[in-house]
Every structure is written in structure tokens, then in C-alpha cells.
């Protein structure tokens, strides 16, 4: 019938689309994912349309569209409401948090985050209370709000390293440094920074919301720590760092 066919047609979209994003071709997978809607649309898939919305945003993420990401993000949460998925909105409430930071709305970042802390709390999540704790760090960090930063960031270090994930203890240690270093505290800065790029250089860098890789952010923060404390210094706390990491 009629639905079983877009069933399928979405299916194979939906895949296409999938290969398009891990193999670098964003924009190609977004005309994919378009047509894997339509038909899950036609369909009445909510599980296939979830999907598709998810591989959407990150598809927009990787082209630095976070309007249309923000768009996206809206309706996973509007579905994942709709069918009671109490982990799918707070997922989806992370990813909008994350949109609303990078376009500078900052509070509202904040509060779409806890309530995305307070459902992952209730579903006792530790992978989401630890994506909800580093988003935290993040949106404190952009508020120079700098110790509360620090503080989530641990938090966050705690829950990422106890479920072994290991990008999200290098996006924490990048937080981490990155606020230490704005408090002047050089050894947690160094201990953040070093650690945040020796992890992304075998999971991968971020994108910043200028299109920047974040490595080259952390390089030039521990570049002014050397500038600032000398070399010989530099040194003595770079070798502390090296040792913690160990």
C-alpha cells in the first residue's frame, strides 16, 4: 500500500542521507533527509521522521546553519512531546540549548537546559546528566560566569569519564582549561587545554560558531600562558599537567 511504500522510500533516504553526513557531503544529505521527511510524513513514521530530524540538525550543524538547525531541533521536540518520549525531548532539548548558546541567546540556553537536567535526572541518565553539565560549563563560559563554568565542567568530567566517553571528557578538559585560564589559576588551565587537544587528536575537533576548529583556540590560549609566565615556568607547569594526565 501506499504507506508501506513511503515507509520504505523513507528508509532509503534516510540511509542515503546518513552516508552523505559521515562522509563530508552535508549539503547532499540534507536533500536526502528533505525527501526521507516527506515520506515519513506521508507515512505517519513519528520513529522515522525522530530520525530524520536528528541526522537534519546534524547536517546543518556541520554547514553552520543553526537557523534551520534551531527550526529542526523545535520539531524533534514538538514529536518526541507528542509521543511521550521523555528521553527523546530532553536529547533534543540539549541540542536546541546548544543552538540558542551559539546565537547568543544565553538564558534561554540556560533554561532549556534544565529542563533537559531535570528530565535526565528522572530518568537517572547519566550520559544526558553529563552532556546536560558540560552544556552548563559551556553557556557559563560564554557568560564569563567562570568558576560556575569550572564547576560544571568537573561535573560534567566526573559522569563522561565513569561512562567512558571519551569526546566528551575532551570537550570538558577544552571548558575546563579555557575558564581556568581566565581566572589566572595556570595549572588547571594547562591541565584543561593540554588535555582537551591530546584527546581531540584522536577523536576529532569541534567546530566553533565562527568555523573555527577549537584546537587552534586552545593552542593559542596555552601560547599566551607561556607569553605571560615564561618559559621555564611554562615548563614546570606543563610537566604537573602531563603528570595529572598520566
Known amino acids: 500500500d501506499l504507506s508501506g511504500r513511503s515507509e520504505l522510500l523513507g528508509q532509503a533516504h534516510h540511509a542515503l542521507g546518513t552516508l552523505d553526513i559521515f562522509t563530508g557531503k552535508p549539503a547532499r544529505a540534507l536533500v536526502e533527509l528533505a525527501e526521507a521527511e516527506r515520506q515519513f510524513t506521508t507515512a505517519s513514521d513519528s520513529i522515522g521522521l525522530l530520525r530524520t530530524y536528528a541526522n537534519q540538525a546534524m547536517a546543518y550543524e556541520s554547514t553552520l546553519d543553526w537557523s534551520a538547525e534551531r527550526a529542526v531541533r523545535i520539531r524533534q521536540i514538538r514529536l518526541s512531546r507528542n509521543l511521550h518520549d521523555k528521553l527523546g525531548v530532553a536529547i533534543a532539548q540539549i541540542g536546541l540549548s546548544v543552538i540558542e548558546r551559539r546565537i547568543g541567546n544565553l538564558d534561554e540556553a540556560l533554561r532549556v537546559a534544565q529542563e533537559a537536567e531535570e528530565a535526565f535526572k528522572n530518568i537517572h541518565s547519566s550520559v544526558g546528566l553529563a552532556a546536560a553539565y558540560q552544556n552548563f560549563a559551556n553557556i557559563y563560559n560564554y557568560k564569563e560566569e567562570h568558576w560556575a563554568a569550572i564547576y560544571n565542567s568537573r561535573r ?20 575546563l582549561g579555557s575558564s581556568a585560564k581566565n581566572i589566572g589559576d595556570d595549572n588547571e588551565a594547562v591541565f584543561g587545554l593540554l588535555g582537551s587537544i591530546a584527546i581531540k587528536r584522536i577523536t576529532g575537533y569541534a567546530i566553533t560558531p565562527d568555523g573555527k576548529r577549537d584546537e587552534l583556540i586552545q593552542t593559542d590560549a596555552l601560547s599566551e600562558i607561556l607569553r605571560k609566565i615564561g618559559k621555564s615556568e611554562f615548563e614546570r607547569v606543563l610537566k604537573n599537567a602531563r603528570q595529572e594526565l598520566v
Open 156 to 175: 560534567a568530567l566526573v559522569l563522561f569519564e565513569e561512562v567512558r566517553d571519551p569526546r566528551g571528557v575532551g570537550a570538558s578538559l577544552g571548558v
